[in-house]
């Protein structure tokens, strides 16, 4: 299983770097926006900053919502760096620029996946990732993870290549939940990362080890 961090906070994507577990970065407009920055010449040159910090898969979001400027968008976005991702909405045009840009070659993830048969079109279009939102389904009183394993399910019926991204994670639970369904990338915000290194057994036991190893000379 892949980890790659939702964030667009170098200084939390360094962090997660010099765990040695991470495999990748998403970002969105949003995340990106959360860090204050304010031109589109200032987003791309906080894509490349990720990619000289993290050696995988970044993916970087288009705007366009119509076929020829996401295509344009996507294949600027796919020059900045050999690492990044375009990722790309699930719209009926940003289906058919996925297939353009799997026909020359270029990655893509297609994002805010909600239901199976999205899913299923974005393999169809030949998407390296698909990104299921599970929080926000979660937050909707729908099952994310339900969704997680219906995915895993068809892409196993039929051998589709296309990575299942479990994106919209909230906690460590849904990390390992979406390990247990198969889910080949979990993108999670990095508190969700280092809680899995928590167990109160770990420190009381840790604690009585170092309290005894007092006892050598
Ligand atoms: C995925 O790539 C998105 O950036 C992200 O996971 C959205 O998560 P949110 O629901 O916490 O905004």
């Not at 490349?48 to 995988?56: A, H, L, P, Q, R």
């Not at 899995?196 to 000379?217: C, Y």
Request: net charge negative.
């Amino acid at each position: 299983m892949k980890f790659f961090i939702d964030t667009a906070n170098l200084a939390q994507i360094k962090e997660a770097n010099d765990l040695g577990v991470l495999d990748g970065v998403t970002t969105n407009p949003s995340l990106m926006a959360k860090e204050g920055i304010k031109s589109n010449a200032a987003v791309m040159k906080h894509y490349v900053d990720i990619c000289n910090i993290v050696k995988g898969d970044i993916s970087a979001e288009v705007i366009a919502t119509n076929y020829d400027g996401i295509v344009a968008e996507g294949e600027e976005l796919a020059k900045l760096h050999e690492q990044i991702i375009v990722k790309v909405p699930m719209i009926k045009d940003g289906i058919k620029a996925i297939h353009y840009f799997t026909s020359k070659g270029i990655k893509t993830n297609c994002t805010l996946v909600f239901s199976a048969g999205q899913a299923l079109l974005a393999a169809k279009a030949g998407a390296t990732y698909v990104s299921p939102f599970i929080g926000r389904l979660d937050d909707v009183s729908t099952d994310g993870l339900q969704l997680i394993s219906e995915i895993r399910q068809i892409y196993d019926n039929y051998g589709f290549q296309t990575q299942i991204l479990a994106a919209s994670i909230r906690h460590a639970m849904h990390i390992i939940n979406c390990a247990k369904l198969g889910a080949d990338v979990a993108t999670c915000p990095l508190n969700a990362i280092t809680d899995l290194l928590k167990h109160p057994l770990t420190d009381i036991g840790l604690e009585k080890f170092l309290a005894d190893a007092k006892k050598f000379v």
